[in-house]
């Protein structure tokens, strides 16, 4: 059975014994300190700067805290003597979080430093012509109290991380809503200097459908915000950075088959246009999951569609001449016209893409051209009729 720091209790060293281990702790605690600086690469700097001092003076409290709990007579009724080192480590586990070390240099410096304190402790022990099995004993409560130490610290580094985590996401999630609110460019900067968020050249707005929301973010940069609003409804607004020129190629091959609508790239502080764009295109072209739809496939017809009633007045006007033909005759007419228009007068391209005659393009055609007369060689009403037609 393993032992815990509570079998204290059961355990005493005398006060002859544990004299000369508390007058070794300043040297225990420097040879601690040195071992960890040496063979923990992430505490070097942090050990040999100004730092050091402190450290060493945490452990050798750490340690002093140890050696009173094994020599005390009796377990007191109330309180517990573990208390304010078990708060100590988790506050040097959050501490360490704070300062972006990793949890397995904490760690490791944990297991260094309690080998290398056993080590002088029991050395003293030993001259102090102890018994083994009391060293033993010892040993394994040495051990049991780094553990206890280790564990608290583990969970003040799991809840600075939690924390932390948590409020830098509250603060990602405002830079994304004051980017899309339009907000000035202080205001704008200033969100994501808190967010710790550093900016690109540009970002993109993606909408993905809520449920591919969470694998998508996994293949993206993770710079990437999300927004909590601003796209349709059951969709996800991604601001995904620098995904401009050839990049942009590889981020529609990577929203493959998850129903995304990408925006155009353009300077961070302006993604709210691209969102704009990628909301229009969505109600224009809303896709079928197969492939991400690039709203730079569909520019012709969202220009067609800003103003609807403009539309609807325009090719009012470009069909006017046909007004007068029965509807089934201007509809293949009209169609003709604009086949002649997108193949450049080529009457062989016109007839294979209506399924037609060259001939029966030609007797159409014969037919416009009675209908708008000298209208087809005026640059003006070609272009009219290119848009009406498009």
Known sequence: MEASVSDAQYFQLSAEA??????????????????????????????????????????????????????????PAVGSPLAPALEAAYALGRGEARNGRSLDALLAAYRLGARVAWRELAAISVQGGEDSVT???????????????????????????????????R?????????????????????????EWVPPQT??????????????????????????EGG?????????????????????????GRGAIVGPARPWQRVRESLARA?????????????????EDHLVALVL?????????????ALAPLAGERDPTAAKLAETLRGWLLHHGRRDEVAAALFVHPQTVRYRMTRVRELYGDRLRDPQWLLLLTVALA
């Not at 544990?18 to 040195?34: C, G, I, N, S, Y």
């Not at 603060?171 to 200097?193: D, I, K, P």
């Open 135 to 169: 060293i033993a004993h010892f040993a394994e409560l040495v051990f049991a109290y780094i553990d206890e130490l280790s564990a608290a610290s583990v969970a003040g580094h799991a809840d600075e991380l939690a924390t932390s985590g948590r409020a830098r996401r």
């Open 305 to 317: 569609s800003a103003d609807p009633q403009a539309l609807a007045d325009l090719r009012e006007k």
């Open 232 to 256: 349709p409804e059951e969709t996800s607004v991604l601001l995904v950075p620098d995904a401009h020129g050839v990049s942009r190629a590889h981020l529609m091959r990577l929203l493959a």
């Open 203 to 228: 970002l993109t707005a993606v909408l993905v459908p809520e449920p591919a929301t969470r694998a998508a973010l996994e293949l993206l940069d993770a710079r990437t915000l999300q927004a909590a």
């Open 18 to 75: 544990v004299a000369p281990l508390k007058h070794a702790l300043p040297v225990v605690a420097a040879q601690t300190v040195e071992a960890i600086t040496r063979g923990v690469p992430a505490y070097a700097k942090a050990f040999t700067g100004p730092l050091g001092p402190r450290i060493e003076q945490a452990v050798r409290a750490a340690l002093g805290t140890f050696l009173n709990l094994v020599s005390r007579p009796e377990r």
């Open 279 to 295: 909301v229009r295109t969505a109600r224009l072209a809303p896709g079928d999951g197969a492939a991400a739809v690039d709203t």
């Open 171 to 195: 603060h990602l999630e405002r830079l994304a809503q004051a980017l899309l609110a339009g907000e000035s460019e202080h205001v704008v900067t200033a969100a994501a200097e808190r967010a």
